[in-house]
């Protein structure tokens, strides 16, 4: 007997099929304004910008990536601005050549006004390892896609979305507090992050 | 006598500075944990669905394994099982091979951790790197974490930095956190660039979709599972959960029992491999179905890996995790060793509590660990032959009225000699710590025959 | 105003009636005070609280059906100790006993003292006076089995109004009522914990005795004597801490006749 029928031989033997599903969970009712979704990031050591009309999103972007190096930005980005001193993430690179990369530009989508996380898939970062390698990471949010909890956040995932093969929720810039429960940002990945509002994002 | 959390024992938490660090330390998560769950008014309705979802998916485990696994393959991962912890161990090694993978980079995983990965990769030269800070720190002082969530926090900062002195040559007594971990960062980059496979854990898999689910703080998880070419990941089969709606329910308690942070800053859902890579999913059984089909504790299958009960459980703040002797200590490394450990050590440890109860209140789904460490304690694996005659003893003695009485006028008579330290007392070990109470005079069974007595 | 005569057995455990008698005395007249007529039957023993924690079924079973059957008259039954108390309300069940209807009632009627006071007479003010600083130690078995307090783990979705023992203790009067740090954390004593484990047992203990000092308390109370024996033992070997003394010593003291 293999391995695989062996485990779930005795597994079934010991599934009792019995307990059903409890359903869906029914939340308290809370708020989903960005204010709310600003002040959970800021908890979690992100930094909320705006919101701003896309209109000045050229300004501000210009104003949080000043004298950072490279710049790249993600697919969604580039319409909503004009030139700057940043770059389109060219298209079949290996993740390996954007070690270097300073900030990066990416069009979120759902906030979470309890956690201050956003939804980052597949298609708005085709390059997997890109929002962990930057130094100083950019999300780009519409403000009405915050939603108050995880159970609405999910909800609102594309019905497509786990066939991007990867989907994040990031909430804050990267952090440990492995050493004597000192925090620290920048374990790994971004040392920043900071999650621009749009009130008008195409 | 066994050594497990024993005074003479090295793996206890040294007394002193040490100790006081540790258990402010881990209660500080605690506190955090406080806090954060007191602002969600339906904390405790949440724990009751996290709970109720979670008896469903045991109830139908099999059914949801194979959901699971039809959909990941259908995403284009390959599936693998394996019995136990050596055979989990071979199949990684054996896709490691296959390829001429060399160097490795892997994130936390409790499983690894209980199968003995490291070691066993390392013995057949390959070069593993945990990239997770704690991990790395306990790696590079070759010993288990301590914790599950925060592996090196028996470390002091000069400790650690030491270790960094000796291995990646910082500074001697360098020991700010925010440069040691700067430090780490920029010596794992390049090895996190070079690595040819990256191994990683699951929290979560959702059968719906065959969607694996990773929480990290650090990144580190992400990056060993974006940069090289292969990706495996390691789960236990209880990690499976139905759809991705019931994701919300732990992603809402699992940080928060854990850090007191509302979310991990990363919640990665991985669905197959990425254009041009390869996803392994391990699931490993190693006592799980066994447990399941034990009806008094399969409950304990329920655990998210959280830590909450490590940070609130008074006994693990003060002996520390080592103690435990187990890659899982506190609260629920108790009530899953004497199913899941090879070691005989483990069935001993559902001793190791107070039951307070104050882990089976923090947890958040609802296990009632020290209801099922009173329940391991029943099976009386721990006991040895002399142990249960001294208890059938004992319980002929407590069980009589004119036993109990005469037991304790001796013990009136010897007191002023037991309540001083000499070898050979009979409460020498109550003594280590503390002294007698101050003579107790006559039993109350005496005193009422006296007070009733004389108004009669 | 003459209060309806409640017949109560009283269940002394057996250490508390070896080593603690003073507070069975207490408890017997506190009792008395607010109208029990109190039974004592002095063939009690153990109720197996030691086996049941060590996993002694079968030694505990027989202690469970001994206790049950002395008591099997009682219409409620009180005892000074919570841990006790709770070992019969919720073990009891688990031993395999198949316990009848009787049985089971007795199981549900056997109360804390606090908690009868409170919860079955509605009496929390009984005259009592102890003009002294007073430490609660919420014991765990009490706390969380028995919901004499509110744990601090739990959630409340409104606030909930003072448990059992803060209660009694907030009306006796002159009583200067203090909490440690970590209200609710354990003293380390657990039973045969203490003995099996006395290094982590001992450390605990001597971080609660510290707590307590820091609220220089002259009095460290609780309605479990184990706790209290336990953390005695540690503030005499350290030199540190309150007294002990256990919620129903305090209750009886200054009340009338």
């Known amino acids: ?202 | 006598m066994s050594e497990l959390l024993d005074a003479r024992a090295a793996t206890l938490l040294p007394d002193g500075e040490p100790l006081r660090r540790h258990d402010a330390a881990v209660f500080d998560l605690r506190r955090r944990r406080d806090a954060a769950v007191a602002a969600l008014p339906d904390f405790e309705a949440l724990r009751t669905h996290a709970q109720a979802i979670k008896t469903h998916t045991l109830d139908y485990l099999d059914a949801y394994l194979e959901r699971f696994e039809s959909q990941a393959a259908a995403a284009g991962a390959v599936v693998h099982w394996a019995e136990d912890g050596a055979a989990h161990n071979d199949i990684v090694h054996g896709l490691l091979r296959e390829r001429g993978v060399r160097r490795v980079v892997k994130s936390k995983s409790m499983l690894t951790e209980e199968c003995g990965l490291n070691p066993y990769l390392e013995a057949r030269d390959l070069e593993v790197v945990d990239t997770d800070l704690g991990e790395r720190i306990v790696q590079l002082g070759q010993e288990l974490p301590s914790h599950i969530v925060v592996p090196a926090v028996h470390r002091s900062r000069a400790e650690i930095g030491e270790l960094f002195h000796v291995h990646m040559q910082t500074p001697s007594g360098e020991s700010d956190p925010v440069r040691l971990t700067e430090y780490a960062r920029r010596d794992l980059r390049p090895r996190f660039l070079a690595a040819e496979a990256g191994i990683t854990g699951v929290n979560f898999a959702i059968a719906e979709t065959g969607t694996i689910v990773v929480c990290t703080n650090e990144g580190n998880a992400d990056l060993g599972m974006s940069l090289p070419p292969l990706h495996i990941a390691s789960m236990g089969i209880e990690k499976v959960i139905p759809t991705l709606a019931d994701l919300a329910t732990f992603l809402r308690l699992l940080a928060r029992s854990a850090t007191g942070q509302p979310i991990t800053a990363y919640t990665s859902l991985v669905t197959g491999p990425r254009a041009g890579g390869e996803l392994h999913i391990v699931l490993v059984d190693n006592g799980r179905s066994r447990l399941l089909a034990n009806s008094t504790h399969r409950s304990s299958l329920a655990c998210i890996r959280c830590g909450a009960c490590l940070n609130t459980c008074p006994v693990y703040r003060r002996a520390g995790g080592h103690a435990y002797g187990q890659a899982v200590a506190g609260p629920i490394g108790a009530v899953l060793a004497p199913a899941l450990s090879s070691q005989a050590e483990g069935r001993r440890l559902p001793l190791a509590s107070t039951l307070c109860g104050s882990c089976s209140a923090v947890c958040p789904v609802r296990i009632d660990l020290h209801g099922q460490l009173l329940a391991w304690r029943r099976t009386r694996a721990h006991a040895g032959a002399g142990e249960r005659v001294l208890q059938r003893a004992a319980a002929v003695v407590l069980g009589r009225a004119a036993l109990l009485r005469a037991a304790g006028a001796l013990v009136r008579l010897c007191w002023p000699l037991l309540a001083r330290r000499w070898p050979g007392n009979p409460l020498g070990v109550w003594l280590l710590g503390r002294q007698l109470p101050a003579h107790p005079g006559a039993s109350f069974a005496t005193r009422y025959r006296r007070l009733k007595g004389s108004k009669r | ?257």
């Not at chain 1, 929002?131 to 609102?156: K, N």
């Not at chain 3, 307590?212 to 540690?234: I, M």
Request: one cysteine or more.
């Open chain 3, 1 to 257: 105003m003459r209060e309806p005569v409640v017949d109560v057995a009283l269940f002394i455990p057996c250490y508390v009636d070896q080593l603690a008698p003073s507070v069975g005395l207490a408890a017997l007249r506190v009792l008395e005070h607010v109208g029990c007529r109190v039974h004592y039957d002095p063939r009690q023993t153990c109720c197996g609280q030691p086996f049941i924690n060590t996993g002694a079924t079968r030694e505990a079973a027989r202690l469970a059906r001994a206790h049950l059957a002395l008591f099997e008259k009682a219409d409620a039954v009180v005892c000074p100790s919570a841990s006790c108390v709770s070992t019969v309300r919720h073990r009891y069940a688990e031993l395999g006993l198949e316990l009848g209807p009787d049985a089971q009632r007795l199981c549900a009627r056997t109360f804390e003292l606090g908690e009868f006071l409170v919860r079955e007479l509605d009496r929390s003010e009984l005259g009592s006076r102890f003009p002294h600083r007073v430490a609660l130690l919420q014991s765990c078995h009490g706390l969380r089995e028995l919901e004499l307090g509110h744990p601090s783990e739990r959630v409340y979705a409104t606030r909930p109004e003072p448990g059992v023992t803060e209660r009694l203790l907030r009306a006796v009067e002159g009583l200067e009522l203090v909490w440690p740090e970590r209200p609710d954390e354990c003293c380390g004593f657990g039973g045969a914990f203490s003995v099996k484990f006395p290094e982590v047992s001992t450390r605990m203990g001597r971080d609660r005795v510290r707590a307590l000092a820091a609220t220089e308390a002259e009095y460290v109370t609780g309605s479990d004597v184990s706790c209290l024996l336990h953390l005695d033992g540690v503030a005499r070997r350290e030199g540190l801490g309150p007294r002990p003394i256990h919620l129903a010593e305090i209750l009886a003291s200054g009340l009338d006749g």
């Open chain 1, 1 to 202: 007997m293999s391995a695989r029928d062996g485990v779930l031989a005795r597994v079934r033997r010991a599934a009792r099929h019995e307990v059903s599903h409890p359903g869906a969970f029914e939340p308290a009712r809370m708020d989903s304004g960005w204010e709310r979704f600003a002040s959970t990031l800021h908890a979690v050591g992100g930094e909320p910008v705006g919101p701003v009309q896309s209109g000045d999103l050229s300004w501000a972007l210009s104003e949080l990536c000043a004298d950072a190096g490279r710049v790249v930005m993600g697919p969604g980005v580039a319409q909503s601005l004009g030139p700057g001193p940043w770059e389109e993430l060219p298209e079949g690179v290996s993740p390996q050549s954007l070690a270097d990369v300073a900030v990066a530009l990416l069009r979120g989508s759902i906030g979470v006004a309890e956690n201050g996380a956003v939804a980052l898939d597949g298609r708005h970062a085709p390059v997997r390892a890109l929002p962990y390698l930057c130094e100083r990471l950019i999300l780009l949010l519409e403000t009405s896609e915050i939603v108050p909890d995880m159970h609405q956040a999910i909800a609102r995932m594309p019905p497509d979305a786990t066939r991007f093969h990867h989907f994040y929720w990031i909430s804050g810039p990267s952090k440990t507090a492995d050493i004597e429960q000192t925090l620290v940002l920048g374990a790994h990945g971004p040392r920043s992050l900071a999650v621009v509002g749009i009130r008008d994002l195409q």
